[in-house]
């Protein structure tokens, strides 16, 4: 098997996710553009072999294979293909570790691995699906609102409302600290047509105390019992007697605009053209569980992905999970028997917001400046998805 | 062939369905053919501009024949489906041919109202009791004859999931509100003039309504969930049914008629479908048959019942909302109570013109045909009142006792004229309940046997005929559903599992809440008598029940059984005295216990002649709820 590193990770600020939002009025197109060009220096584009993008709503102005349009609008030349890829919220760890797999394959030594998501113009569900439709999945494999499954497990694990939210404040103070010491490198700035500044920084992170998360509704309650969504969960798990509604805006991952790109090399190709590799990619993987629980599956695959590389959770340095939810990295943390400092130490998607195809790859770029600035070694970065989903991948620094 | 009346009318087609020898019309081979030959004659004849559908009778159309649609079976498959779009190629022509109109009057069903919405336009005909809908949910099937997918077209996903996935029917002022229907008149005369009028301009500024599931995502995935809520995943055919309106949403309207006969036929050619029509329908439908041929044969025209409580006053209702005048025997000083009792029974009906009277004469019982005896459930008491009433009736007058469990034969002990007295049981609520149960003693004779067939028709209730052990066969096989909950229960499965489980098999009500309502000193009562009649008792069920007896946690009426419920219903703490919770349970086999108990108590009682299997079928699920899915518990699940 041949080597893969990472040469290089860039991404957009996290806008957020609404009209309101500092990348909202730059198309999505555009904003995957300029991240493939701050990604790769000019006169590695013609040796760029193939463009794997993850969007998860591939559809309206992120349709029609958004990676190829967003290449040609970069200058790239017209040799350079794209792809885009969907599986969710991975998608964007799974465009890395598709890219890595061909070059691991010796089949290609030069890869650029993206991500997209313009959750502001372009919502959640605006590609439809079978998947919470058609009644042939949608009410046989009880699928509910990822909202609920939090809930869900919340429920099962008997999380309480002040974990939960403590663990949400935490991400925001582990956030708005990382922003104040400038430890997130890979950012780049956006820019609009006239080439004022649209964003610079993660606009998401803020101030919040557990008092004020404490007044928050929770978001789920309503649907769960007016829609039939709560007997669903209860179909699945019938030993439980009823869901506890513990989740809101304040301890979910928000919605969030941003693009990603990772340049990844083959040994010959650092030769070849002289690059200086960041991080090696030693090992993913990718499973499947439960689709009503759905959010649980990253446990599952890391420990999949350590049993493959011999090693054992202690080994490992870092840890990025996505927060999806607050019960879903508890829920990570406590199967693994984690210690909770190695865990997110930046803060994640709760403080910062999740663009669905794009997080996989911001959490590698994160977890390897992370581990250059601390000077260590192995990082593991993972995700849940929809539909009862999970991807991993294990990173090692390169001196 | 004479079930349709073609006329002409102003250049325009009457078709006034009348079938043969029948009072309302259902759609049969012969009916459907006769049909298809008008429709094409109209859109051929050059001088008809259109043509309008309408019964003759009181009522527009009852539906497709059952026993019609059942015959389909008997072809390959490939032939069934060849009929079906034959029958869709006509329907298309009322579609998209010239200008068709239907009246509707009184029930519009089923297939009944499949033909109304191949129409393009449809006018009700007011105070006619206008009901559609498309009941075919509700005995294991779904519509065939593109109701599914034309009504959703018409008037919307929001009104037409319900009344697919439930089956209810749309009243007149509804139909008007969804646009099930474009117009009322007020007479079938006026409604002609106004169709003849409507094909000669044929106008509609209906708004089209969106079925595209992925422009109606919540709608869809609402749908799915709120109905897994329901069936718990048990009925085959109305996964069928909802998965048949999606994929034919995502089609044109006449490749969705395709997709609908696909669902139809894997609906009807299952064997769930097939369990649970031979039961609610054709099984059903001979036990009534016998019995209106009872009903023939002996005239009931005056009712008399003695004990106006609970049971008393319901039966009495519900005989006067039929039309059956009655004399209720109270005591003197309850009278004026079992008038409220009665006449708050009676709000649950229509307004009746038959007479009824409380009084505590019993003499006055001699005008009555049958005289049905409801007091409280004690031997004693029944027989002592029993004994009394028998001197005051009429010649050849049925005297009957509602019982749920004491044997009828115990009671017949008190009487003179033991062959003219049988049991009767009717089930709670009175209105709602299509089952009773009859049990004749080994004096009963077969006169008294059909005068209570008789009576049952009379009030719209299906019976069946059980022999006489105490707890006959509904009790008896509620009570091992009971015990065998009861038995989980101080084994130390949690309560909340047991009754999860319950639900999920497809009871109505789990067994610890069906405990409540029932009423533990009821439950108590009849493990007591089992006990004085020597019968086998479950030791454990009957440890909890003392437990609560003891306790005076009297059930629901008394606001503390197995359940709490004040504020809400949920568990009573003092349950987790008999929980072990130290262990996991699988809740299959919980559902399995529960099942089983169910089936292997009214298989007992089939193999040894208390009941026959049809009527088990039959009563287990009119009369317990039991899992309706399964087709009863004499079906080979």
Known sequence: ????????????????????????????????????????????????????????????????????????????????????????????????????????????????????????????????????????????????????????????????????????????????????????????????????EALTNDEVPRNCNSKALSSLQPSFELIGNMAGYNALALNQYPEQSKINH???????????????????????????????????????????????????????????????????????????????????????????????????????????????????????????????????????????????????MLIERVE | MNHI???????????????????????????????KKYIYQANHDDNIQGLIITSGFNHFCYGADVAFIQKLTTTPLSTQYKKIMDMHEVLMVLTEGKPSVCLINGLCLGGGLEIALATQYRIGIMNTQMRLGLPEVKIGLIPGLGGTQRLIRLIGLEHALPTLLKGNNV??????????????????????????????NPETSRKKHSVNPYRNLQTFSGACALIKKDTQGCYTHVEN??????????????????????????????????????????????????????????????????????????????????????????????????????????????????????????????????????????????????????????????????????????????????????????????????LVEIISSKKSNIASQQKALALSILLKKTPILVKDIAGFYTTNVAMAYASSALDMLSKGIPAHLIETAARRIGMPTPPLQLLDEIGIDVIHGIIQQQKSLSQKVNPHAEKIITELYTQKRMGRKEKAGFYSYTPSRILWDGIKQWEKLDQSYDIANIEHQLFSAQTNAAKELVETGIIDAASANVGAILGLGFCPWSGGPLQNN
């Not at chain 2, 325009?12 to 012969?30: E, F, P, R, W």
Request: glycine content about 6%; aromatic content about 6%.
């Open chain 2, 171 to 200: 009243h007149e002022d509804q139909a008007l509100q969804y646009q099930l229907i474009d117009a009322l008149s007020k007479t079938k005369k006026i409604a002609i003039t106004q169709s003849i009028a409507w094909i000669k």
């Open chain 1, 1 to 196: 098997m041949h080597k893969c590193y990472i040469v290089d990770s860039k991404r957009t600020p996290r806008g957020i996710g609404k009209e309101s939002g500092g990348l909202h009025t730059v198309s999505s197109l555009s904003l995957l553009s300029q991240t493939l060009e701050a990604t790769v220096p000019y006169a590695l584009k013609p040796f760029i072999e193939d463009l794997i993008t993850g969007c998860v709503m591939p559809v309206g102005e992120q349709g029609a294979n958004i990676a190829r349009s967003a290449l040609l609008r970069a200058s790239f030349p017209d040799t350079v293909p794209g792809m885009q890829i969907n599986r969710f919220c991975s998608s964007g760890l799974d465009a890395i570790a598709l890219c890595a797999s061909k070059i691991m394959a010796g089949q290609q030594s030069l890869n650029l691995a993206a991500g997209i998501e313009s959750m502001s113009r372009v919502p959640m569900l605006s590609d439809g699906g079978a998947l919470v439709a058609d009644p042939s999945i949608a009410m046989q494999h009880n699928i509910i609102p990822q909202g609920i499954s939090a809930d869900l497990i919340a429920t099962i694990e008997s999380y309480t409302r002040e974990q939960l939210d403590q663990f949400a404040v935490d991400s925001h103070k582990k956030a708005l600290n990382a922003i104040k010491r400038n430890y997130l490198k890979s950012i780049i700035p956006i820019y609009h047509a006239s080439g004022i």
């Open chain 2, 241 to 434: 049914l909802i998965q048949c309106i999606y994929e034919g949403a995502l089609l044109p309207l006449r490749l969705s008629l395709e997709c609908e006969a696909h669902f139809f036929l894997k609906t009807l050619n299952s064997k769930q479908s097939q369990d649970i029509l031979k039961t609610l329908f054709f099984d059903r439908m001979a036990i009534r048959k016998h019995a209106k041929s009872c009903a023939k044969r002996h005239a009931i025209e005056h009712l008399g019942i003695i004990g106006g409580g609970f049971m008393g006053s319901a039966i009495a209702a519900h005989a006067l909302a039929n039309g059956i005048p009655c004399t209720v025997i109270e005591q003197p000083k309850r009278i004026t109570q079992v008038t409220q009792t009665l006449h708050a029974c009676l709000q649950n009906y229509p307004p009746t013109s038959a007479k009824m009277k409380i009084t505590s004469d019993m003499k006055q019982l001699s005008k009555a045909d049958v005289v049905i005896e409801a007091v409280f459930e004690n031997i004693e008491l029944k027989q002592s009142i029993l004994k009394e009433a028998e001197q005051y009736l009429k010649k050849g007058a049925l005297l009957a006792t509602n019982t749920s469990s004491i044997p009828v034969g115990i009671l017949a002990q008190a009487l003179e004229s033991p062959q003219q007295f049988i049991g009767i049981h009717f089930f709670s609520p009175v209105r709602k309940m299509q």
């Open chain 2, 5 to 35: 009346l073609y006329q002409v009318q102003s250049n325009v087609a009457i078709l006034t369905l009348q079938q043969k020898n029948k009072s309302n019309n259902l759609i049969t081979a012969s009916v459907f053919s006769e049909l």
């Open chain 1, 246 to 392: 513990l989740h809101h805006a304040g301890n979910s991952s928000a919605l969030a605009d941003g693009a990603t790109a990772t340049l990844l090399a083959s040994e010959t190709a650092i030769h070849q053209h002289g690059l200086k590799p960041r991080a090696q990619i030693i090992a993913f993987d990718q499973i499947g569980t439960d689709p009503t629980i759905m959010l649980t599956a990253p446990a599952a695959s890391c420990k999949r992905l350590l049993e493959k590389c011999k090693l054992h959770t202690s080994d490992i340095d870092l840890w990025e999970i996505n927060e999806a939810f607050s019960a879903v990295a508890l829920k990570f943390i406590q199967e693994l028997n984690l210690e909770a400092s190695r865990v997110n130490v930046n803060g994640g998607a709760i403080a910062y917001g999740h663009p669905l195809g794009a997080t996989g790859g911001m959490l590698v770029g994160t977890i390897v400046d992370e581990l250059t600035r601390r000077q260590l070694k192995r990082g593991v970065v993972t995700l849940c998805t929809a539909a009862g989903m999970a991807a991993s």
